[in-house]
Nanobody, 125 residues
Framework: QVQLVESGGGLVQAGGSLRLSCTAS????????MGWHRQAPGKQRELVAF???????NAADSVKSRFTISRDNAKNTVYLQMDSLKPEDTAVYYC???????????????????WGQGTLVTVSS
């Protein structure tokens, strides 16, 4: 019913920048919070940043001075601008969205916590 498609991952040198994008499509009435998580090799998945429909944001202390999350509600898209990248930022980054299922003017009453497949970000030293 819903798909999240991510783009923007890749290989970058330390100190460089990368911009991740994630677009939701399918049976969508509305989307509440959207966010990004990451999982480094051998570690647990952690929250990177999230943003509400109204634009309120929060980010992990390890990235808040370097990463910026934003969204375009008309496009059902969330972005993560990553600057001053460090080797410790290397991880698989996952997009997620809290979705109210339905369509234009129609809410089914069902809610879905949707996840993307993940995109690999590798930062070389």
């Amino acid at each position: 019913q819903v798909q999240l498609v991510e783009s923007g991952g890749g290989l970058v040198q330390a100190g460089g920048s990368l911009r991740l994008s994630c677009t939701a499509s399918g049976s969508i009435f509305s989307i509440n919070v959207m966010g990004w998580h990451r999982q480094a090799p051998g570690k647990q998945r952690e929250l990177v940043a999230f943003i509400t429909r109204g634009g309120s944001t929060n980010a992990a202390d390890s990235v808040k001075s370097r990463f910026t999350i934003s969204r375009d509600n008309a496009k059902n898209t969330v972005y993560l601008q990553m600057d001053s990248l460090k080797p410790e930022d290397t991880a698989v980054y996952y997009c997620n969205a809290d979705i109210l299922l339905g369509g234009t003017g129609y809410y089914t009453g069902r809610r879905l916590d949707a996840w993307g497949q993940g995109t690999l970000v590798t930062v070389s030293s």
